[in-house]
């Protein structure tokens, strides 16, 4: 038996029908079309609406249309990693909720809470629990209703955040030409002053207090995080190419957190890539934290080919950050379906 390695063989994604334009945020807050995208690069966003749905149900919506385009039996599933910001509840896991509607029966469930880098946490976890060899399908999901907690009173952070889920199937291989390369991750632990959410956890429980002075919702100083953002992205993928002895002529695509336009185009000036290889859908979707990297995948699979050098990178609160170098397992013009 030769090496098992991990590979993705198929997405899935699902973004809400509603569509927050810039036109309407305009009403809400003192802001423009011209602002907006002047400053973050981002023309609409779509949002959860609906009462009495949160992150579990646009998960399931993905993880359904990934069963459906891989045509797994759900039966064979090991396991489900599920990285949400926006988690359903408190507890239970809301991976425990989505494994129950999509009716795993042999799999278990977790989430991962890792911010803005969930999917790339959950990917490493998933590629490492693949290579051990006890597991051989794995579905990862990053759902995110992040209106649920963003302040449409602040016309700073209300304009950013959008909802949705990419999931993936990822598979045990012995093709050494596709799947996981190699990661880079790390935390810092020195971002909770510039970004978090500052009421409803264990130190500053919910309260009158809490809800009347906005206190759960996102709080973020801009200039620091987009400074450490820059750096971190652009020095994760520079040390993924370097101990890959790659230079940046050799990646297909760098998939990046959709946090910022001006982000995305600082790390790919940083790193000498152009922007024509990087996967861009911020303007239609946001900033949907965890599940950017898997919407811009599920949103471009048509582009991808076998074989493909892809690197994904991203920051978020903590700060944690990093880049996942990985080899596309399979050519998206020939699965990939309308939206």
């Known amino acids: 038996m030769g090496k098992i390695n991990a590979v993705i063989t198929g997405i899935g994604g699902y973004v809400p029908d509603y569509v927050l334009t810039n036109e309407e945020l305009s009403r809400m807050v003192d802001t423009s079309d011209e602002w907006i995208i002047t400053r973050v690069g981002i023309k ?34 090991d396991a489900l990693i599920l990285s949400t910001t926006t988690p359903d509840y408190m507890f239970p896991s809301t991976a425990s909720i989505v494994l129950g509607k999509l009716g795993l029966k042999n799999a278990h469930a977790f989430d991962i809470s890792c911010a803005c880098c969930g999917f790339l946490y959950a990917m490493d976890t998933a590629s490492a629990l693949i290579q051990s060899g006890r597991y051989k399908k794995i579905i990862v999901i990053s ?15 209300c304009v950013l955040f959008g909802d949705g889920a990419g999931a993936v199937l990822v598979e045990a291989t012995e093709d050494e030409e596709v799947g996981f390369q190699d990661s880079f991750l790390r935390t810092d632990g020195k971002g909770l002053p510039f970004l978090h959410q500052k009421a409803g956890g264990s130190v500053c429980p919910a ?16 200039r620091n995080v987009f400074r450490h953002a820059v750096t ?23 998939v990046p957190h959709e946090a910022n336009l001006r982000i995305i185009e600082a790390v790919a000036k940083r790193a000498d890539i152009p922007l024509d290889k990087v996967m861009i859908n911020i303007d239609r979707y946001g900033n949907t934290s965890s599940a950017t990297i898997p919407l811009a995948l599920w949103d471009n699979e048509a582009l991808l080919k076998k074989g493909d050098n892809i690197i994904m990178t991203a920051f978020g609160a903590g700060f944690v950050h990093g880049a996942s170098y990985y080899k596309w397992g399979y050519d998206g013009a020939a699965v990939a379906e309308s939206k």
């Open 44 to 77: 609409e966003r779509h949002i959860l609406k609906e009462e009495g749905l949160g992150s579990s149900y646009m998960a399931r919506k993905a993880a359904k249309q990934l069963l459906r385009k891989t045509g797994v039996d759900p039966d064979s599933i």
């Open 143 to 157: 759902a995110e209703k992040m209106s649920s907690i963003t302040d449409y009173t602040d016309r700073q952070t």
């Open 207 to 222: 309260s009158h207090f809490t809800i009347d002075h906005h206190l759960h919702y996102v709080y973020q100083e801009g």
């Open 232 to 254: 971190d992205m652009g020095d994760d993928l520079a040390e993924i190419l370097k101990r890959n002895d790659m230079l940046a002529a050799d990646i297909d695509w760098v």
